[in-house]
């Protein structure tokens, strides 16, 4: 059964609004009474990929579902893409310039650290765009808890 | 520390009065301007609690300190340097349930201070 669908369109270099479809995916999930724990890990790694596509991408959009025990986020941008995923994911190294670290990111941990709260990371990408598909799992003692 | 004693001793302006909680209780903090840092290190703590008697202690005064600390179910935001934040991030603040303050003090001093009246602060977890 789905108990959550939602779409939101990321702006690039928006920084006001960034962070938005996260803040309220985190208050959807505490409403619908979700752990603290399970509702941190989806929130953390939302918004680390929504921050992502406002600094990297030339604009994209982010999905929130929930189908039966899974959540599924996935967040698709317009390019230009990761040219060497590897390289992404090491801890450490961006691309980010002097205006997303002027805004507190592009310290090189993103994608690590939604890969280290996700139950499943797949991440496509290529010069046409990116796509970020990440699941997590909700455990019996992750229901009814709030 | 009480919420009371930091604003007291480090003269902080509160700037959302409507949140705050003379009596809430502060065991913990973590400081950065870089909030890619912030959630690496804080999400790796499993204590929900720990997270709640902690404080941001920054100086980035966007909006994006205060949705990293509301990612992270800290409640919690201390600008330092005198830094005043704008009308909207307050705004965002009030809305998302953290309390905001700021401190004429460095991230340096106030951090040295806050360790002296026993605040820990938050490393990663493994």
């Known amino acids: 059964m789905i108990t959550l669908d939602r779409h939101f369109v990321i702006v690039p270099n928006d920084y006001n609004e960034a962070g938005k479809a996260s803040s309220e995916l985190k208050r959807t999930l505490k409403r619908m009474g979700f752990s603290r724990d399970l509702i941190k890990r989806v929130s ?13 991408s030339l604009g994209g959009t982010a999905d929130f579902k929930i189908i039966d025990d899974v959540i599924y986020l996935q967040f698709i941008d317009c390019g230009p ?51 970020l598909k990440l699941k997590f799992y909700i455990r019996e003692d992750d229901k009814n808890v709030g | 520390m009480k919420l009371s004693q930091i604003v007291h001793k480090f003269g902080c302006t509160v700037y959302t009065k409507d949140l705050y909680d003379p009596e809430k209780t502060i065991d913990f903090a973590f400081c950065s301007d870089l909030m890619s840092d912030a959630l690496m290190i804080m999400s790796t703590v499993k204590d ?7 404080v941001l202690i920054t100086g980035l005064t966007t909006n994006q ?30 809305e998302s349930g953290i309390v905001l303050l700021g401190t004429n003090l460095t991230m ?17 977890h493994k």
């Not at chain 2, 340096?108 to 990663?124: A, D």
């Open chain 1, 44 to 56: 953390v790694a939302s918004y680390e990929a929504e921050i992502n596509i406002v600094i990297h």
């Open chain 1, 81 to 131: 893409g990761i040219p060497d995923i590897e390289l992404a994911m090491q801890e450490g190294f961006s691309t980010a310039n002097e205006v997303s670290r002027l805004n507190g990111f592009g310290a090189g941990m993103g994608l690590k650290n939604i890969k280290k709260a996700a139950d499943d990371m797949i991440l496509v990408s290529d010069c046409n765009g990116t796509v």
């Open chain 2, 48 to 54: 929900g609690e720990t997270l709640r008697d902690s």
């Open chain 2, 65 to 94: 300190s205060i949705r990293t600390a509301e990612m992270l179910d800290v409640e919690v935001v201390l600008l330092v340097r005198g830094k005043i934040p704008a009308e909207p991030v307050i705004e965002l603040a009030r």
């Open chain 2, 108 to 124: 340096f001093n106030v951090s040295g201070l806050m360790y002296q009246e026993g605040i820990q602060g938050i490393s990663l």
